[in-house]
């Protein structure tokens, strides 16, 4: 079983796990901040087993009607993800501002401390451990995870604050309120979703950095004059970088070529993490050329 498998499943075993802690304590306190901590770790547990299907998914080789592999099934999970946040939190809302106005008041407080304790020390080694595994395997699916998980540890540890403040002051109507405010947070918070998304979508630029580094490297080599036409774009974990090299010497056997930009590609391998490198040779700078890939089917197919 791979780490990124190992992790998923880890992470739904400890989401069940707070799910029932505390759906118990909402039950004998009442506490919408608890109720919600508890649909949370509900949406958690749904995640998880969602992005057990996309690891499984995209973990698949290519084959024949596939042949770029099957990365991009992580779009429909973030686009899932979302959905069901978003939807969730506006139920959250609804209640919290009923018990509001319904002027209904938290039972207890002690039991729901102890409660979101217990609950804060699981996520926080959950959160570590998936970070490992993120940092480990470059998994974007375990990576959105942990940072999920991470935005529960911070909502927990309100709730908490919520509920001693409760219990110094007398405040119980801090309890829906707080409740509201930890939805609105979470609901920005999946605004992150939707970008990353939408950044999978439209094939995004891989980071700066390793466009630098690049660039850098082909210009490192003494027998290349230039390069031209470099682009990249990420695919769930997978980078991809292509660009075409002018050599200096016109008359470059194809071997020489060929070896030198085979050092090139394992440069930026080692370097940028899951890359597929393509590099096209050219003994003369094309890209001022009418021949270039924007217009190149007119030209040639005339």
């Given at each position: 079983?791979?780490?990124?498998?190992?992790?998923?499943?880890?992470?739904?075993?400890?989401?069940?796990?707070?799910?029932?802690?505390?759906?118990?304590?909402?039950?004998?306190?009442?506490?919408?901040?608890?109720?919600?901590?508890?649909?949370?770790?509900?949406?958690?547990?749904?995640?998880?087993?969602?992005?057990?299907?996309?690891?499984?998914?995209?973990e698949q080789p290519h084959d024949e009607d596939h042949n770029?592999?099957h990365w991009k099934i992580e779009w429909f999970w973030a686009?899932?993800?979302?959905?069901?946040?978003?939807?969730?939190?506006?139920?959250?809302?609804?209640?919290?501002?009923?018990?509001?106005?319904?002027?209904?008041?938290?039972?207890?407080?002690?039991?729901?401390?102890?409660?979101?304790?217990?609950?804060?020390?699981?996520?926080?080694?959950?959160?570590?451990?998936?970070?490992?595994?993120?940092?480990?395997?470059?998994?974007?699916?375990?990576?959105?995870?942990?940072?999920?998980?991470?935005?529960d540890l911070y909502t927990n540890f309100w709730i908490i604050?919520?509920?001693?403040?409760?219990?110094?002051?007398?405040?119980?109507?801090?309890?829906?309120?707080?409740?509201?405010?930890?939805?609105?947070?979470?609901?920005?918070?999946?605004?992150?979703?939707?970008?990353?998304?939408?950044?999978?979508?439209?094939?995004?630029?891989?980071?700066?950095?390793?466009?630098?580094?690049?660039?850098?490297?082909?210009?490192?080599?003494?027998?290349?004059?230039?390069?031209?036409?470099?682009?990249?774009?990420?695919?769930?974990?997978?980078?991809?970088?292509?660009?075409?090299?002018?050599?200096?010497?016109?008359?470059?056997?194809?071997?020489?070529?060929?070896?030198?930009?085979?050092?090139?590609?394992?440069?930026?391998?080692?370097?940028?993490?899951?890359?597929?490198?393509?590099?096209?040779?050219?003994?003369?700078?094309?890209?001022?050329?009418?021949?270039?890939?924007?217009?190149?089917?007119?030209?040639?197919?005339?």
């Open positions: 079983m791979s780490p990124e498998k190992k992790a998923v499943i880890t992470a739904s075993l400890t989401a069940i796990f707070l799910i029932i802690l505390k759906t118990f304590a909402w039950l004998i306190t009442w506490s919408m901040a608890i109720l919600t901590s508890a649909i949370d770790s509900t949406l958690d547990f749904f995640v998880s087993l969602m992005n057990l299907f996309a690891i499984r998914k995209s770029y592999w686009i899932f993800e979302w959905l069901i946040i978003f939807i969730s939190w506006l139920s959250v809302i609804y209640f919290s501002v009923e018990k509001i106005l319904k002027n209904e008041i938290l039972k207890k407080t002690d039991e729901s401390i102890y409660v979101m304790v217990i609950a804060v020390v699981v996520t926080f080694f959950l959160v570590r451990y998936l970070s490992k595994i993120a940092k480990d395997t470059w998994s974007l699916v375990i990576k959105s995870d942990a940072l999920h998980y991470k935005t604050l919520s509920l001693i403040m409760i219990k110094l002051f007398n405040l119980p109507m801090i309890d829906p309120v707080i409740s509201i405010l930890i939805a609105f947070y979470i609901m920005y918070w999946s605004i992150g979703v939707i970008k990353e998304w939408y950044n999978m979508l439209m094939d995004k630029s891989i980071e700066k950095e390793y466009v630098d580094f690049v660039k850098k490297i082909v210009l490192d080599h003494p027998e290349i004059d230039s390069f031209h036409f470099l682009k990249t774009r990420k695919s769930g974990k997978n980078n991809f970088v292509e660009f075409h090299i002018v050599f200096k010497d016109i008359n470059i056997s194809l071997k020489d070529a060929h070896d030198i930009s085979d050092g090139i590609e394992t440069d930026i391998i080692c370097e940028i993490p899951n890359s597929t490198v393509t590099i096209h040779l050219d003994y003369f700078d094309d890209s001022n050329s009418k021949i270039n890939p924007k217009n190149k089917k007119d030209v040639l197919c005339d």
